[in-house]
Every structure is written in C-alpha cells, then in structure tokens.
C-alpha cells in the first residue's frame, strides 16, 4: 500500500512539474535568432533564361533569354524590356500586350529556368561564377566557390551589387545576394 502511495505522490509531483513547464512555455520570452534580413524578390537581368508559357498558345511559348540590353524578344509581341522586373511583373505585362488585340483573355506564366550567376572573387578557394540555388547568402557563396583561403580577410568582405551605383558595401555572412552579385574577398598582408 505504501509503494502505491509513493507511486501516486510521484506521479502526481511529475504532473505538476510538467503543467508548471508548459505554463511557463505559455508566457515566456519569445525566442528571436537575430535579426532577420527579408530577401527581396529576384529581379530580371541580363543573361537569365526564362520559360515563358502562353496557355493555349503553343506558338508563343518557348524558352527565352533577357539579352544584354534587357529585352526579350516574344513572337508577335516584339522586344519587351524585362530588366529590373520580377517574373511576376514580367507576366503582368506581356499579359497585357497580348490583350491588346494579339490574344483574347491571355494566360501567362514565366517560369525562371536559370538566373545570372553570382560571382566570387579573391581570396577562395575556386573564384568564379556559380549559379545561385534559392535564398544565397555570402557564406553560401563562399562556400561554393571552395571556402575562404588562408589568407582571406574575412571581416572586410564585401558585394558588389546588380545595377547599384551605392556597391561595394560591407557585409556579413548571413547577408543576402542575389544573381549577378559579386561577392569581394580580400587578402590579409599579415
């Protein structure tokens, strides 16, 4: 009788404790990981290779590329400068040349099949161009391109951004970059 008594109390004592902690789960501090950078929606550039689908048009879809000067050229719509638009931009405009008389009640979808690269120069193991594989960060670039050398200077890195006249500018690891960045190691001297 006593061995069950104790077994109670125990069970008893461990439910306490147990609804104490979830109490106080209830009300405590949100836990915070640092400050969060939003990633902006990729922008079109240069060089990026779009699948562009017109549905029920077979002969206006097709896989295109944005040329050097931004445009694309579509079949009966002509060059449309794309640059600087997100692909959901992109659809809402080509949608709307087509209305005009070309297609009635036009479907658009763009798909973007590969982006610019983003580059990685200076002190790393392999400097290049590496495709970019969803949100990048530096750290995620520096790591494509084969890590930091021995002679990286690791707090002085910076990117040089798209189209920004405001570039290089100081960043972290856990800083975004986005297709066509360059990520700018530097060399220690000491």
Same mark, same amino acid.
């Given at each position: 009788?006593? @061995?069950?008594?104790?077994? $109670?109390?125990?069970?008893?004592?461990?439910?306490?404790? #147990?609804?104490?902690?979830?109490? #106080?789960?209830c009300?405590?501090?949100?836990i915070? @990981?640092?400050?969060?950078?939003a990633?902006?929606?990729?922008? $079109?550039?240069?060089? !990026? =290779?779009l699948?562009?689908? /017109?549905?029920?048009?077979?002969?206006?879809?097709?896989?295109?590329?944005?040329? +050097? +000067?931004? !445009?694309i050229?579509?079949? $009966?719509?002509? =060059?449309?400068?794309?640059?600087?638009? @997100? #692909?959901a +931009? #992109?659809?809402?405009?080509?949608?709307?040349?087509?209305a005009?008389?070309?297609?009635?009640?036009?479907?658009?979808?763009? +798909?973007?099949?590969?982006?610019?690269? /983003? *580059?990685?120069?200076?002190? /790393?193991? =392999?400097?290049?161009? *590496?495709?970019?594989?969803?949100?990048?960060?530096?750290?995620?670039?520096?790591?494509?391109?084969?890590? *930091?050398? *021995?002679?990286a200077?690791?707090?002085?890195?910076?990117? $040089?951004?798209?189209? !920004?006249?405001?570039?290089?500018? %100081?960043?972290?690891?856990?800083? %975004?970059?986005?297709?066509?960045?360059? /990520?700018?190691?530097?060399? =220690?001297?000491f």
């Amino acid at each position: 009788m006593a @061995t069950i008594r104790r077994s $109670l109390h125990l069970i008893s004592e461990i439910a306490a404790v #147990a609804g104490l902690l979830m109490i #106080a789960g209830c009300v405590g501090p949100a836990i915070t @990981t640092g400050p969060q950078q939003a990633a902006a929606p990729t922008q $079109l550039g240069a060089g !990026d =290779r779009l699948r562009i689908i /017109v549905f029920g048009q077979n002969q206006l879809s097709g896989d295109f590329f944005v040329a +050097d +000067d931004g !445009d694309i050229s579509l079949p $009966l719509v002509g =060059r449309m400068h794309v640059a600087g638009m @997100t #692909a959901a +931009d #992109a659809e809402q405009a080509i949608r709307r040349r087509l209305a005009n008389g070309i297609v009635k009640e036009p479907v658009v979808n763009i +798909d973007v099949v590969s982006y610019r690269p /983003v *580059y990685v120069v200076g002190e /790393v193991a =392999r400097p290049g161009g *590496y495709e970019p594989t969803g949100q990048m960060d530096v750290i995620n670039a520096v790591a494509l391109a084969g890590g *930091y050398t *021995y002679r990286a200077r690791r707090d002085e890195v910076s990117v $040089l951004r798209a189209g !920004d006249p405001n570039s290089p500018v %100081p960043v972290t690891d856990t800083t %975004p970059v986005g297709p066509g960045d360059v /990520v700018v190691v530097p060399e =220690r001297w000491f």
